[in-house]
């Protein structure tokens, strides 16, 4: 079936160095969801990307979506601690479903 | 504004033990809504999807079942637990097409002993 592939599983980093997380598909997306879910937390979107080659920002965070709908990479810049936490990618494929990569967790050493 | 209600937040069951979680959402009507199970690890898995009352598609076989008896209610439900069964469970919801983004409850976290 339809996978999403998100890497790396665990970044560690210290506060002020930059993140980056990356998603890719077998198969072309309809539009590409990210989700961040706080230790101990329930996940929370934040951003979805729907055309090709679309870049999205919300202040320190930069979202893009490949020119083929297939990839997908969300990238912090000077990371904060209170950017901590597990940032998940959720594709939408062919069959209506939305499929969660399996997160990258972010830890952040102050 | 709408608001999704999950109870319980913890659960502690005996192997054997049934199991109903509820999940409620407020302040729309006719949503879409979900039950996620994330094992230790981090990935979601989806369990059920309803886009209606009495309408309900399965995405794995297991263990578990669920309902829509109201138009907002959604339960997640055992007639006996594995140990296999622990785990986070989150509810979410999302409105109209099934592409826009999901709402999730806090969850329940589920200890089967």
């Known amino acids: 079936g339809q996978q999403v592939m998100q890497i790396p599983q665990y970044q560690h980093v210290q506060e002020g160095e930059d993140f980056t997380t990356y998603c890719n598909s077998s198969t072309t997306l309809s539009n590409i969801q990210w989700y961040k879910q706080r230790p101990g937390g329930h996940p929370v979107f934040l951003i979805q990307?729907?055309?090709?080659?679309e870049v999205k920002k919300q202040k320190r965070l930069t979202f893009q979506f490949g020119e083929a709908k297939k990839n997908s990479s969300l990238h912090i810049t000077a990371t904060q601690t209170t950017d901590v936490g597990t940032y998940f990618c959720?594709?939408?494929?062919?069959?209506?479903?939305?499929?969660f990569g399996k997160g990258t967790k972010l830890s952040v050493k102050p | 504004s709408q608001t999704i209600h999950q109870w319980p937040a913890t659960l502690v069951q005996p192997v054997g033990s049934p199991l109903s979680l509820e999940c409620t959402v407020e302040?729309?009507?006719?949503?879409?809504l979900y039950w996620y199970r994330q094992a230790a690890g981090r990935g979601l898995q989806l369990l059920f999807y309803?886009?209606?009352?009495?309408?309900i598609s399965s995405e794995v076989p297991q263990n578990l079942s669920a309902s829509r008896p109201q138009d907002r209610q959604f339960i997640l439900s055992s007639k006996k637990l594995l140990l296999s069964d622990s785990g986070f469970y989150l509810c979410?919801?999302?409105?109209?097409?099934?592409?826009?983004?999901?709402?999730f409850g806090n969850g329940t976290r589920l200890t089967v002993t």
């Open positions: 979410a919801w999302n409105p109209g097409h099934r592409s826009s983004p999901l709402h």
């Open positions: 990307l729907v055309k090709s080659g």
């Open positions: 959720a594709g939408m494929g062919s069959q209506g479903n939305l499929i």
């Open positions: 309803s886009v209606g009352i009495g309408q």
């Open positions: 302040g729309t009507s006719n949503p879409n």
